[in-house]
T-cell receptor, first 111, second 110 residues
Framework: DGGITQSPKYLFRKEGQNVTLSCEQN?????MYWYRQDPGQGLRLIYY???????QKGDIAEGYSVSREKKESFPLTVTSAQKNPTAFYLC??????????FGSGTRLTVV | GENVEQHPSTLSVQEGDSAVIKCTYS??????FPWYKQELGKRPQLIID?????GEKKDQRIAVTLNKTAKHFSLHITETQPEDSAVYFC?????????FGQGTRLTINP
């Protein structure tokens, strides 16, 4: 989707389970971001990374973890510490000072 | 700090009429102001943006105006059509990331 790919599209998590959401971009963007969106709500920033091997917490980082080992990839792990993970997760990337390109999202549901 | 307020939260207009959404911000250092459209269940997509060295930018039926002195910018959609129904987000360029408004749900009534 426009150079940034999220997978899977739908994901189901059992109680106490960690799950990892994938985000890959081929836009040569330095910065990558993860957002959470609840139904009818806005975008809340989880984590972001401006450069490889570096990332910062956003507004709602508790219960989530990330890594940035490659420029193209920024996976998000939803840990068992996140008590209410059901939401729509959006990954985005950007060049310096530019707008974001969003992935198509992953819809996570707790079962 | 970086903050942006977006109004209204919901907007309903008759097809063919115009729609205006306004955002105000606090950080005078911001110099990039994009607008995103998100259709139901889809990803946000950039529809128009403006940088601080211009006061207005237009692309067919959509336009954005910026008043840096008053710290507000607005999205204008003219001759609205049913496919304009969506949630619209404004944003400002913060220190290391975009700061998004709360969103406006625009409904176009036939």
């Amino acid at each position: 989707d426009g150079g940034i790919t999220q997978s899977p599209k739908y994901l189901f998590r059992k109680e106490g389970q960690n799950v990892t959401l994938s985000c890959e971009q081929n836009l040569n963007h330095d910065a990558m971001y993860w957002y959470r969106q609840d139904p009818g709500q806005g975008l809340r920033l989880i984590y972001y990374s401006q450069i490889v091997n570096d990332f910062q917490k956003g507004d709602i980082a508790e219960g989530y973890s990330v890594s940035r080992e490659k420029k193209e990839s920024f996976p998000l792990t939803v840990t068992s510490a996140q008590k209410n993970p059901t939401a729509f997760y959006l990954c985005a990337s950007s060049s310096r000072g530019g707008g974001y390109t969003f992935g198509s999202g992953t819809r996570l549901t707790v079962v | 700090g970086e903050n942006v307020e977006q109004h209204p939260s919901t907007l309903s207009v008759q097809e063919g009429d115009s729609a205006v959404i306004k955002c105000t911000y606090s950080d005078s250092a911001s110099n990039y102001f994009p607008w995103y459209k998100q259709e139901l269940g889809k990803r946000p997509q950039l529809i128009i943006d403006i940088r601080s060295n211009v006061g207005e930018k237009k692309d067919q039926r959509i336009a954005v105006t910026l008043n840096k002195t008053a710290k507000h910018f607005s999205l204008h959609i003219t001759e609205t059509q049913p496919e304009d129904s969506a949630v619209y987000f404004c944003a400002i360029q913060g220190a290391q990331k975009l700061v998004f408004g709360q969103g406006t749900r625009l409904t176009i009534n036939p």
